[in-house]
């Protein structure tokens, strides 16, 4: 199935997002105690980082199961109710990926239009909106597969 390694394919550009990112405020902080002074814009590019890395790593967290699932009321619940509750629950959440996804690429369009740009480096923020509609589109999918046909038997719920 080409949804899995898509996922993982997703989830390693979010982690390694999201590395450079805790590289980058790591540099900062020393560049601050050392110089006074940071790497200017690293609050923003922080922000715009670490949003686009979670979008990024929600495919494969979805994928995974990942999510926190409360069954304390469910737990003494048949197979299939738990199984429909499931396909329920991730049915939910192919309305609220699509609805994120759209609603970031609508945003995205707007603040290009509008020219908005950061505040001290003035980067543009509308690719920082437009970055996070591929990883919340692709999460909506795989929670569309798990609610339509159910999770693959490679996919162990995650259990506390």
């Known amino acids: 199935m080409l949804l899995a390694p898509l996922c993982r394919a997703f989830g390693m550009v979010g982690a390694a997002v999201a590395l450079a990112t805790g590289f980058l405020t790591l540099v900062s902080v020393i560049m601050r105690a050392v110089w006074s002074q940071p790497i200017p814009g690293d609050v923003e590019m922080t922000q715009m980082g670490i949003a686009f890395a979670i979008s990024m790593c929600l495919p494969y967290c979805q994928l995974q199961r990942g999510n926190i699932i409360v069954d304390f009321f469910t737990q003494s619940s048949s197979e299939g109710t738990r199984n429909r509750l499931d396909a329920l629950g991730n049915l939910s959440?192919?309305?609220?990926?699509?609805?994120?996804?759209w609603r970031t690429s609508i945003g995205a369009l707007s603040v290009r239009e509008a020219g908005e740009t950061t505040m001290i480096i003035s980067l543009p923020m509308w690719w920082a909106y437009a970055c996070l509609a591929p990883g919340l589109a692709l999460a909506g999918w795989v929670a569309l597969v798990q609610g339509l046909f159910g999770p693959s038997p490679s996919q162990q719920e995650v259990t506390a």
């Open 93 to 101: 959440l192919v309305l609220l990926y699509g609805l994120l996804a």
